[in-house]
């Protein structure tokens, strides 16, 4: 049984922990869906979202490489352009400009 006493300024904690800004949830979450290849829907403050995209699989590549080698400078040159199928690419304007809202799967 699930136990529904839940501390949730302490699980806020917690996460603010683990993921100090919305920039860095997204680095993971970008991460996530590099290493998997599954579908996911992008939320955008400025348009539309995008439904069942993927990351190019030479965007994620690149991107896991510079998550995994701790390469930040080039990890920021790839989020200034996040390339998801079906389109070229987004730009986002600077290194995880708030226009790119959220990644779900």
């Known amino acids: 049984m699930a ?3 839940v501390d949730w300024i302490e699980a806020r904690r917690r996460l603010d922990e683990i993921f100090p800004t919305r920039e ?3 680095v993971w979450q970008l991460a996530h869906f590099a290493g998997t290849g599954q579908l996911f829907d992008v939320t955008f403050l400025d348009r539309e ?3 069942e995209v ?3 699989q030479e ?3 690149e ?3 510079a998550v995994n080698y701790g390469r930040e400078d080039r990890l920021r040159q790839l989020c200034w352009q996040i390339r998801f199928s079906g389109w070229v690419e987004y730009q986002l304007g600077r290194y995880l400009d708030a226009q790119l809202y959220a990644a779900r799967p």
């Open 24 to 26: 860095h949830h997204l």
């Open 63 to 65: 991107f896991l490489a």
């Open 49 to 51: 979202p995008s439904l």
């Open 54 to 56: 993927t990351l190019t």
């Open 59 to 61: 965007f994620a590549f």
């Open 3 to 5: 136990n529904t006493d």
